[in-house]
C-alpha cells in the first residue's frame, strides 16, 4: 500500500504565496517522478509541474517563473513554492507519484487532493 499525503494549501490574497509538500510512503520501490497536477471546478486536470528523480523539471507555461517545483529524494517528498498567486491559480492541487512499488510493476498514485484557493 503506498499513501500520498499533501500539506500547504489555504486562502491567499493575489499576489501572495503558498508552498505545498507531499509525501510519498509504504511500499516503495523506488520513484521516478514526482508531480503536481490541478483541477479547478468544470476544469480537466492539468499538469502544474513535474521532477524527475535526477531533478529535470517541467512546468505548464501558465505557472513558469512564478512556480517552483522540488524533491527530497531521500524521503520521497515533492514540495510546491508558489509565488505571485493569481486567482486563476485556484482549484484543487494534487500530488502524483510516478515509480515502481510493491507489487514490481510501475504505476503512478495520487494524492487526495489539497484546496488552493486565491482570492481578495
Known amino acids: 500500500q503506498v499513501q500520498l499525503v499533501e500539506s500547504g494549501g489555504g486562502l491567499v490574497q493575489p499576489g501572495g504565496s503558498l508552498g505545498l509538500s507531499c509525501a510519498a510512503s509504504?511500499?516503495?520501490?523506488?520513484?521516478?517522478?514526482m508531480g503536481w497536477y490541478r483541477q479547478a471546478p468544470g476544469k480537466q486536470r492539468e499538469l502544474v509541474a513535474t521532477?524527475?528523480?535526477?531533478?529535470?523539471?517541467n512546468y505548464v507555461d501558465s505557472v513558469k517563473g512564478r512556480f517552483t517545483i522540488s524533491r527530497n529524494g531521500a524521503e520521497n517528498t515533492v514540495y510546491l513554492q508558489m509565488n505571485r498567486l493569481k486567482p486563476e491559480d485556484t482549484a484543487v492541487y494534487y500530488c502524483?507519484?510516478?515509480?515502481?512499488?510493491?507489487?514490481?510493476?510501475?504505476?503512478?498514485?495520487w494524492g487526495q487532493g489539497t484546496q488552493v484557493t486565491v482570492s481578495s
Open positions: 502524483n507519484a510516478d515509480g515502481v512499488y510493491g507489487s514490481g510493476l510501475r504505476d503512478n498514485y
Open positions: 509504504g511500499s516503495i520501490f523506488s520513484i521516478y517522478a
Open positions: 521532477i524527475t528523480n535526477r531533478g529535470s523539471t
